[in-house]
């Protein structure tokens, strides 16, 4: 499909990293606008850096609902960031934001192996995820998946949780919203992170679990759901993670397809989730 995109950059560690790190941005903004994006605005030189402000296919930047994904990837200082919005636009000063950093050329020196770029887009769900690999061990030194929380039809509050934001499926492995509402004083905030829970989850901080190897049941994946949090669901549910699935650690090789348009990116090196998400064919830069 037209509006499903992705690729394969690889990043080789050392002085021309800066380099190399404003090349991948440059094909991320070129893969999103071409996938069919919304773009609000962009800039690619000038005080405060590169970026580009983007929603869903078809959306505007009046659409400030919470179920309308709304992101904006930026390059300053050699890094580039990732920003989940609630909002009319991510340089307003009205709007919830949380970001993650995903690249820092800071972090690949000279005499590192070399770092495999995967990212994947899609304008018509809104969704996008972004993994960076150590291509002689296979661990993943970055993984970010933005994506939407899939509504309950019984539940249609606005304005108390933001439907969509970053799993974070490294460090924290946690989802971030834009924002949540506060219980008890109304008052929004983007100060909210959310623990995962699934029925392939560890307990180990989010970590997938590994199948004891007498195990009769078969190699398998499960939803990824955020768990309800005292401050911010006694009026909503928080809901599961649209088109991410969860795996058992050992079943799957990096990009096993499990189903046309699903694959694994499983946990090699400790400290990521390993998780099966969409995809099509990779066009390798």
């Known amino acids: 499909m037209a509006n499903q995109l992705t690729f394969k950059k690889t990043l080789v560690p050392g002085a021309t990293m800066p ?3 404003a090349s991948l941005y440059a094909s991320i903004k070129a893969y999103i606008t071409n996938a069919g994006f919304s773009v609000l605005s962009f800039r690619d030189s000038g005080i405060g850096g590169t970026y580009i402000d983007f929603m869903r296919a078809g959306a505007v930047a009046a659409d400030t609902s919470d179920d309308c994904p709304h992101w904006a990837i930026s390059l300053a200082s050699d890094t580039i960031t990732v920003q989940c919005v609630h909002g009319a636009a991510f340089d307003d000063v009205a709007a919830y934001k949380q970001s993650v950093d995903v690249i820092d050329a800071a972090i690949y020196t000279t005499g590192m192996p070399d770092h495999l770029v995967r990212f994947y887009c899609d304008a018509a769900t809104g969704m996008f995820w972004l993994y960076v690999t150590n291509t002689s061990t296979g661990a993943h030194t970055g993984a970010l998946v933005a994506t939407s929380l899939r509504r309950y039809p019984a539940d249609t509050t606005q304005g108390l949780l933001c439907r969509y934001g970053l799993l974070e499926a490294r460090l924290s492995r946690q989802f971030l919203p834009a924002y949540y509402a506060d219980n008890t004083t109304g008052a929004k905030s983007s100060a909210c992170q ?7 989850l560890g307990d180990d901080r989010g970590l997938s679990p ?4 007498a195990s009769p049941m078969p190699a398998m994946s499960a939803p990824v759901f955020i768990q309800a949090a005292a401050y911010a669901t006694s009026a909503c549910m928080p809901g599961e993670l649209e088109r991410v699935q969860m795996l058992p650690d050992g079943d799957y090789t ?4 499990l189903t046309p348009g699903i694959m694994a990116l499983p946990n090699v090196g400790p400290g990521t989730l390993s998780l099966a998400l969409p995809y099509t064919t990779f066009t390798v830069l």
């Open 254 to 257: 990096l990009e096993q397809v």
């Open 210 to 213: 590994k199948r004891h190897p």
């Open 194 to 200: 959310f623990e995962l829970w699934s029925p392939l």
């Open 19 to 21: 380099a190399q790190v």
